[in-house]
Every structure is written in structure tokens, then in C-alpha cells.
């Protein structure tokens, strides 16, 4: 069992940044991909970011690419999605989710843990 914790989240101002972060405990997200969503009320939870756990590779959704980064900490144990130059558009809950497996997927129904949610809000 994988618990996730988000953090992070909060009020920024567009062309703002912030940066969210995800830690696992209860086992090490070695063996897993995590990934990063959002949720705005009324729609689905949309995947904007992945990362394996071994080898570091990462994917990224159109709409987050060149300003998103994300990243993984060993030591911590810990994922870290870096939100710069952040739009109105980006407003939204944000979970991150672990997938048991060396694949990063997109679609949410393949992950097995998920995060509480943070939420993001970006002011015109």
C-alpha cells in the first residue's frame, strides 16, 4: 500500500509559479510511474505529467510542455512537478497518482494510488 500526500498548492498570480510536491509513504515508489493530474469541477481528471521511477523518463501533455517540469527526489521519496509562467487555464485540483509498473500512462484508470488533491488557482 502506497499512501500519497500532495502539497503546494495555492493562490498565484498568471505568469506566477509554484511547485507542488508528492510523497509516498508507506513503501518506496520504487517499481512505480507516477503521475501528475487535474481536475477542474464538471470534468475529467486530465494527465499533464509522468515520470518512471527507474530511469527518470518523463511525459508531458501539450498543454504543459516547455512550462512544466517534473522530477523525482530518491532520498525523499518524493515527485515534484515544477509550474512556471502558470495561466488562468491552469487552475485546477491537482493529484498526483502511483502506476505499479515502468510505463508512464495517461489515463487515470490505470493508476493504483492517488494523492488527496491541491488545489492550484490562477488570478488574471
Known amino acids: 500500500q502506497v499512501q500519497l500526500v500532495e502539497s503546494g498548492g495555492g493562490l498565484v498570480q498568471a505568469g506566477g509559479s509554484l511547485r507542488l510536491s508528492c510523497a509516498a509513504s508507506g513503501r518506496s515508489f520504487s517499481g512505480y ?4 493530474f487535474r481536475q477542474v469541477p464538471g470534468k475529467e481528471r486530465v494527465f499533464i505529467a ?3 521511477w527507474i530511469g527518470g523518463v518523463t511525459y508531458y501533455a501539450d ?3 516547455g512550462r512544466f517540469t517534473i522530477s523525482r527526489d530518491y532520498t525523499k521519496n518524493t515527485v515534484y512537478l515544477q509550474m512556471n509562467s ?3 487555464e491552469d487552475t485546477a485540483v491537482y493529484y498526483c497518482a502511483a502506476d505499479y509498473g515502468t510505463r508512464t500512462s495517461s489515463r487515470a484508470y490505470e493508476y493504483d494510488y492517488w494523492g488527496q488533491g491541491t488545489q492550484v488557482t490562477v488570478s488574471s
Open 50 to 52: 509522468g515520470v518512471t
Open 86 to 88: 502558470l495561466q488562468p
Open 63 to 65: 498543454s504543459v510542455k
Open 33 to 36: 510511474a507516477v503521475g501528475w
